[in-house]
């Protein structure tokens, strides 16, 4: 091959590498303004729907931190659905959940039950649960500071018999952790113009009990009278710690948050029995009782003649009084009086 053509194809070399080069630049350089132009997809803005903070299960009573508004997809607005500005969310305070909502998910008219409706008390029970009513006065319901959805400890208070004297009189837990379903027939809070709740006086207060728990109120009834101690929301995490330490309650092994909230939830809604504290009159006063009077001994029917098994004193040659056991005759010559043990058994 000449000189001149191998000038030629060097040529050609040079100038398509040329090429090369300057439509790289091109395209790289065009790249870049479409890059700083691109901007996050935007997220679609519709009508604000009421969404549950926090999972509801059936039987839960909402309260003002149940739910919130939160915007939502236009396309994807139900007419079951709460909307901002549409709906009174003062009025939803006091209902309970009929069917589960979790995080999150949009709350229904469906799936609510307000009180007075027909089956409300029976969503209000959790599963295998039963509503029982007990008779309180005024100072044994903490004066009308118990509104439904509280919880609290039944204390029985009776008079125990059993000899001569007054009776042992006693009080004692016998229910800790129960639900206060309603109150004289009420399953909401009344409130006032301002929105606060009015404190009123009741005389019936049902409250939440599995069947055995209904079974020990029913019997408490009629023993003595019971009243209401009301419990503060802080008791849960001791109550918690105390079942786990009792093997109450199984930990989960993985750290999973819904386990963890799923436990929580089982140990606050969850009456105990046993365990049962109590106080008697001796706790209060020292003038009264610590435990049941015993029965008086029986009192000889004569003036003479032979006794049962009875302690007495016999004089002994010294003088000294020395306390006998078993049949004795006692023998009264006007005012002096002989005691002789027989020595039988």
Known sequence: M???????????????GISAFAVRSMVSGSGAPSALATTPEAVPVGPEVLVATRALPVGTIIGPESFRYTAWPKDLIEKAYYLKGESDVAALQGTVVRQEITAGQPVTQGSLVKPGDRGFLAAAL???????????????????FVFPGDRVDVVLTQSVGGGEGEPLKAAETILRNVRVLATDQRTDNTVNEEGKSVVSTFSSVTVEATPKIAEKLAVAQTVGSMSLSLRSIADNTAELERAI??????????????????????VASRPQEGDSSYSTGADVSRFQRSTVPRPAPSAPSGGSGMSMAVPAAVATASGAPAVVTGPVVRIARGNAVTVVPTGGK
């Open 126 to 144: 959790g599963p295998g649960m039963r509503a029982v009513t007990l008779a309180v006065s005024s100072q044994a319901g903490v004066a009308g």
């Open 2 to 16: 000449d000189g001149k053509k191998l000038g030629l194809l060097a040529g050609a070399l040079l100038m398509a």
């Open 245 to 266: 330490a009792a093997g109450e309650v199984s930990v989960p092994d993985s750290a999973d948050p819904r386990a963890e909230r799923r436990m929580l939830l089982e």
